[in-house]
């Protein structure tokens, strides 16, 4: 079974309004963090936001929230006031067993955004 | 901030022989690397997690002996593709891991074409 499932390839907004990627997990442990990553045509992983899985508020960044529902093990980001720049490939990725930072990131196989005027 | 470099972006080679690939931690020391492939338009892949001083880790289905991973030190890991094959070429990107930060900070990727 797939551990993160985007089920959007590819979403289309205009610029200035908001836009919901989603994403859902899978997993047995109790302590997990859950990523979102953006991949412009450049290639580089642009770190966006994070959420740790005993975070009671939703976390922000800007123009970018996680909407996090534990029960339902949906994180689904939304980017506020969508610009041009912000078409791009989007990852979710969660790792699993707290936050240690040397376990892996696993990485669902992305949502291509668009943008247009 | 925490950046990691790779050398080269990209590069071209030849069916047959080999390519080295070096991600460099440039501020910090990471204690795990990790090596990521990743085909157009797909996800990225975990090859294998390495860290500093032991054996890398391979994921299933991933030929140690094809692509060599050494961690010589908490800033460096390199990712050698040897007897490279057409069917090698991707996206290969490395990530580091830093002591008491959730995040894992990724490399720009280097591009890897085999002729």
């Known amino acids: 079974a797939q551990k993160i499932t985007q089920t959007q390839p590819g979403m289309f907004v205009q610029e200035k309004e908001a836009v919901t990627l989603d994403c859902t997990y899978d997993?047995?442990?109790?302590?997990?963090?859950l990523f979102w990553y953006k991949q412009p045509s450049s290639g580089e992983m642009i770190f966006l936001i994070y959420q740790g899985s005993y975070d009671e508020q939703n976390a922000t960044e800007g123009r970018y929230s996680l909407n996090f529902q534990k029960a339902r093990k949906s994180a689904n980001l939304v980017i506020s006031a969508s610009q041009l720049g912000d078409s791009a490939m989007y990852f979710c990725?969660?790792?699993?067993?707290?936050?240690?930072?040397?376990?892996?990131?696993?990485f669902g196989k992305g949502t291509t955004l668009s943008v247009s005027s | 901030g925490a950046v990691v470099s790779q050398h080269p972006s990209w590069v071209i080679c030849k069916s047959g022989t080999s390519v080295k690939i070096e991600c460099r931690s440039l501020?910090?020391?990471?204690?795990?690397m990790f090596w990521y492939r990743q085909f157009p338009k797909q996800s990225l892949m975990l090859m294998a997690t390495?860290?500093?001083?032991?054996?890398?880790?391979?994921e299933q289905g991933v030929e140690k002996d094809k692509f060599l991973i050494n961690h010589a030190s908490l800033t460096l890991s390199t990712l050698t593709v040897t007897s490279a094959h057409p069917e090698d070429s991707s996206f290969y990107i490395c990530s580091a891991a830093k002591l008491a930060s959730y995040e894992q900070y990724f490399g720009p990727g280097t591009r890897l074409t085999v002729t």
């Open positions: 501020d910090f020391q990471a204690t795990t």
């Open positions: 997993t047995s442990d109790q302590s997990y963090g």
């Open positions: 390495s860290n500093e001083g032991s054996k890398a880790t391979y």
């Open positions: 990725a969660m790792r699993e067993g707290g936050d240690q930072a040397g376990t892996a990131l696993i």
